[in-house]
């Protein structure tokens, strides 16, 4: 039986934080394993409520897994893959896709054996029916707003900003000497709506 090939991901939050006692850990565990640690991908300083983009060592080893450079990644816990539990399946079943295995110390999930693939997918269930609920909820509470908005004659969504507002918003703009949300804060807007004008006069002839 060949050896597998394993990659170790670890990150921490901020920069006075170490990643060596987690690599340190998962090296010892991968030796136990009889597994050779091909690859050591890190995010140091960066915190786990940041998109994959914005996570340039997970980023790389998800790339480097469809590239099929190793076998099994080994993270210490849940928390240092992913965001949210959808995050965290997006992430593991792109990895699946990639035949790619998935060995999280502290939550012992690992999907190089049949309970942790069973248990893997037991949990994608249920944040597939999550997701669908949340999805039904949202169609459901805009369906209302709806009726209930033709039956008191008020407009479904957002109000529309005053022309007064909008203008001054035009003008602050054009100056270019202030930030999206320094404009938004100073005229009591949201930044949303700054950026929607901003993208309006961009357009422009």
């Known amino acids: 039986m060949a050896t597998k090939r394993a990659a170790i991901y670890v990150r921490v939050s901020t920069d006075k934080q170490s990643?060596?006692?987690?690599?340190?850990?998962?090296t010892a565990i991968a030796?136990?394993?009889?597994?050779?640690?091909?690859?050591?991908?890190?995010?140091?300083g960066i915190s786990g409520a940041k998109s994959r983009k914005e996570r340039p060592g997970v980023e790389q080893m998800l790339n480097d897994a469809g590239k099929g450079r190793f076998?099994?990644?080994m993270v210490w816990a849940i928390d240092r893959l992913g965001r949210s539990l959808v995050d965290l399946l997006t992430t593991i079943q792109h990895l699946e896709a990639c035949k790619t295995d998935v060995f999280i110390?502290?939550?012992?999930?690992?999907?190089?054996?049949?309970?942790g693939k069973l248990l893997f997918q037991i949990t994608?269930?249920?944040a597939e029916f999550e997701r669908h609920m949340i999805?039904?909820?949202?169609?459901?509470?805009?369906r209302r707003a709806r009726e209930e908005g033709t039956k008191s004659g008020k407009p479904f969504g957002r109000p529309k900003l005053d022309g007064k507002k909008e203008a001054a918003v035009r003008k602050a703009l054009a100056l270019g000497n202030k930030g999206i949300l320094k404009i938004?804060?100073?005229l009591g807007v949201g930044s949303g709506t700054v950026q929607?004008?901003?993208?309006?006069?961009?357009?422009l002839p």
């Open 31 to 44: 030796a136990r394993r009889g597994w050779q640690v091909v690859e050591c991908y890190h995010d140091a």
């Open 19 to 26: 990643v060596d006692n987690q690599v340190k850990e998962l």
């Open 71 to 73: 076998d099994v990644v």
């Open 124 to 126: 994608g269930a249920f």
């Open 196 to 203: 929607r004008i901003k993208a309006e006069m961009i357009a």
């Open 184 to 186: 938004a804060a100073e």
């Open 105 to 115: 110390e502290q939550q012992n999930l690992d999907t190089t054996t049949p309970m």
């Open 135 to 142: 999805k039904q909820r949202v169609a459901i509470g805009i």
